[in-house]
Structures are given as structure tokens and as C-alpha cells.
């Protein structure tokens, strides 16, 4: 089994920053993908960011420039950097994996972490 815990949401004033943590712990060989999604109220979860394990990495177009996603000095971490937050970010932000485990590839979600963009 693979856990996912995401750590630094919460409510800031359009044009702040934050930045999302994920930690990854478990029986994990190693991991192909980390990604964040978000879905707000009403909405389908979307892909916000992803980073593979050569490095690669894919950003939504509604937070290209705004939002960097990157591998955290940890193991098996990947932070997002969020930057000129704006009141359309607000949602619950998750984090997503496929990883190599004892059982083979498995994908994995975490529970979510709130983020709130006051104008």
C-alpha cells in the first residue's frame, strides 16, 4: 500500500502564493508520476500539474507561468509552487501517483487539500 499526504493549503488574497507538499510513503519501488489535480464546487477534477520521474513536466494552461511544480528534497516528494493566485484556483487540490510497488503499477490519490482565493 502506498499513502498520500498533502500538506500546505489553506486561504490567502488573490495575487498571494502558496505551495502544496505531497509526501508519498509505503511499499514503493519507485514512482512513475506525481501530478496535482484540483476540482472546485460543481466542476470535474482537472490536471493542474505533473512531474514524471525523468523530470518532465506538464502544466494546465490556466496556471502555465503562475504554478511550478517540482520534486521535493525529501524522497518521494513533489511540491507546488503557487503563485498570482486567483479566486478561480479555489478548489481542493489532490495528489495523484503511479508508482512501481511490491504488486505492481498502481495509481494512488490523497484525500485533498483545501485552497480558498479571497478577492
Known amino acids: 500500500q502506498v499513502q498520500l499526504v498533502e500538506s500546505g493549503g489553506g486561504l490567502v488574497q488573490a495575487g498571494g502564493s502558496l505551495t502544496l507538499s505531497c509526501a508519498a510513503s509505503?511499499?514503493?519501488?519507485?514512482?512513475?508520476?506525481m501530478d496535482w489535480y484540483r476540482q472546485a464546487p460543481g466542476k470535474q477534477r482537472e490536471l493542474v500539474a505533473g512531474?514524471?520521474?525523468?523530470?518532465?513536466?506538464n502544466y494546465a494552461d490556466s496556471v502555465k507561468g503562475r504554478f511550478t511544480i517540482s520534486r521535493g528534497n525529501a524522497r518521494n516528494t513533489v511540491n507546488l509552487q503557487m503563485n498570482s493566485l486567483k479566486p478561480e484556483d479555489t478548489a481542493v487540490y489532490y495528489c495523484?501517483?503511479?508508482?512501481?510497488?511490491?504488486?505492481?503499477?498502481?495509481?494512488?490519490w490523497g484525500p485533498g487539500t483545501q485552497v480558498t482565493v479571497s478577492s
Open positions: 495523484y501517483t503511479v508508482t512501481s510497488t511490491s504488486l505492481g503499477i498502481r495509481s494512488y
Open positions: 509505503g511499499s514503493i519501488f519507485s514512482i512513475n508520476v
Open positions: 512531474i514524471t520521474s525523468g523530470g518532465s513536466t
